[in-house]
């Protein structure tokens, strides 16, 4: 069967039924410059970056037969975005390598330097679900409010909006665990919201990791602690 593709906005709420299903989000940063100390020409550089992050897409695949999900950077061919751009773009966002969610599982898989690192993460985020909602495109979201429990932005407070009409927990990066599919969360300097949604019949194939294959959050701490203390005697040296 062919999928189905809609522009986000157009969707009708009675669209989904048992299908995978194609997310396509895209960020914005917010920072305030007037407030932000340096030198104005830094605050010129780093202003011109950010106002790129819109350009990066990144998608949220969900296998709901398999109860999988994976989220990752879309690919892109923009020759306005350079390797500056996207690194200053990376410091905000801390989004790195993919995200897969296997049941209750959910692994963070990433390199540092030329070391993979598959984490099986212990806690996300502790919800807390809030009366209030809002239309995005044609559903009626509702909010959640969490304290992040892993990562860079860990301790601080994301607010999310999930559709409860498309009952699957899962949504980008670490968020996930509502009644719901996560369309749009807020992290203190930056926000993601779905841009373009796409439901298929076809089968989305997702590889997850062998047990075997994966470390705790603690191993991972300890082998960056040790790739630190090599990098410090190197300069020493």
């Given at each position: 069967m062919k999928k189905l593709y809609f522009i986000f906005l157009i969707i009708p709420v009675c669209a989904f039924s048992q299908s995978n299903i194609k997310i396509q989000y895209e960020s914005k940063i917010s920072i305030d410059f007037d407030t932000l100390k340096g030198p104005e020409n830094f605050k010129k550089i780093l202003k011109s970056s950010?106002?790129?992050s819109?350009?990066?897409?990144?998608?949220?695949?969900?296998?709901?037969?398999?109860?999988l999900s994976i989220f990752k950077k879309d690919e892109y061919n923009d020759p306005s975005i350079s390797k500056m751009d996207l690194l200053t773009i990376n410091q905000i966002l801390n989004i790195n390598g993919i995200y897969i969610k296997s049941e209750n599982k959910l692994i963070h898989d990433y390199n540092i330097l030329d070391i993979n690192l598959?984490?099986?993460?212990?806690?996300?985020?502790?919800?807390?679900?809030v009366n209030e909602k809002k239309k995005i495109g044609n559903y009626i979201c509702l909010k959640a409010i969490g304290e992040i429990e892993y990562g860079a932005n860990k301790g601080e407070i994301v607010e999310a909006w999930y559709a409860p009409t498309?009952?699957?927990?899962?949504?980008?990066i670490v968020y996930d665990g509502l009644p719901g599919l996560i369309f749009e969360i807020k992290v203190k300097n930056y926000s993601l919201y779905?841009?373009?949604?796409?439901?298929?019949?076809?089968?989305?194939?997702?590889?997850?990791?062998?047990?075997?294959?994966?470390?705790?959050?603690?191993?991972?701490?300890?082998?960056?602690?040790?790739m630190n203390k090599k990098a410090?005697?190197?300069f020493k040296n």
């Open positions: 950010l106002s790129k819109n350009l990066i897409n990144y998608i949220l695949l969900v296998n709901e037969t398999k109860g598959k984490i099986e993460i212990e806690k996300q985020v502790s919800w807390n679900l498309i009952p699957l927990p899962f949504g980008p779905a841009k373009k949604i796409e439901f298929t019949e076809k089968d989305i194939k997702i590889e997850v990791p062998n047990q075997d294959q994966l470390i705790t959050e603690k191993q991972a701490d300890e082998l960056i602690d040790e410090e005697e190197y």
